[in-house]
């Protein structure tokens, strides 16, 4: 299907909405920005800290490249280098930017990009020291599934995932029938849409009527 002049929503948080912008500028596509989330670290970062300073692990197992950014500006700001870390990466953009922006040596990256997979993927030896950096709202599938097979997992929470704010005015293009399709990259690029577009007294049901709505995954 061509996407020549299709007009294709990019929810994804700002700093990383260039290249599907880029991916979709490339078939033709005109991409209207509308970043539904951004990702900040936690209100507390004591214990990622504490974790990074004494780097006491085995492995570091890495499920996004959000964690990924966020583990480089606190490894920057403590002064400390995971370089030739052995790590654990849920995709290859993930596992190159953990190798760009930390240094870390990735091992194991799953044949399906999913947090499900790479629990999968991973085989620890019993006792072996897993430093688990993740979401806030994280799915307990891959921590659970390290503890099932005997590892000692140190779960912190990297980062925050808030709704976002900026890009085009949708609610008036969603009317005009303006928009061809919304792109969803993650389970809370969906609620924060519907809650932006709650915040400006549209409906996202009603409003997505006849809209084609594409999702990343699963989840």
Do not use: W
């Not at 700002?14 to 990702?39: G, K, V």
């Not at 930017?97 to 194991?108: F, K």
């Amino acid at each position: 299907m061509s996407l020549a002049g299709k007009r294709i929503v990019n929810t994804r948080a700002a700093h990383q909405a260039a290249e599907f912008d880029h991916l979709l500028r490339a078939q033709s596509a005109i991409p209207l920005a509308y970043p539904c989330i951004a990702i900040v670290p936690p209100e507390n970062t004591a214990e990622l800290d504490a974790a990074l300073q004494r780097r006491d692990f085995d492995l570091l197992v890495l499920t996004s490249a959000n964690t990924v950014m966020i583990l480089a500006e606190r490894a920057r700001a403590l002064g400390v280098s995971l370089n030739n870390v052995r790590a654990a990466a849920v995709g290859t953009s993930t596992a190159q930017a953990a190798r760009d922006q930390l240094g870390v040596n990735v091992e194991v990256i799953p044949g399906t990009y999913t947090a499900d997979a790479l629990a999968d993927a991973l085989a620890v030896a019993p006792g072996a020291r897993v430093l688990l950096p993740q979401s806030e709202i994280a799915r307990p599938v891959l921590l659970n599934t390290l503890i099932a097979n005997g590892a000692d997992v140190k779960a912190v929470t990297a980062y925050r995932t808030v709704c976002g704010s900026g890009g085009v005015q949708l609610a008036p293009l969603l009317q005009a029938e303006q928009v061809d399709a919304v792109t969803f990259t993650s389970s809370s690029t969906v609620r924060c849409f519907v809650e932006r577009l709650r915040n400006e007294s549209t409906d996202a049901r009603t409003a997505l009527n006849g809209i084609k709505v594409a999702c990343i995954g699963p989840q």
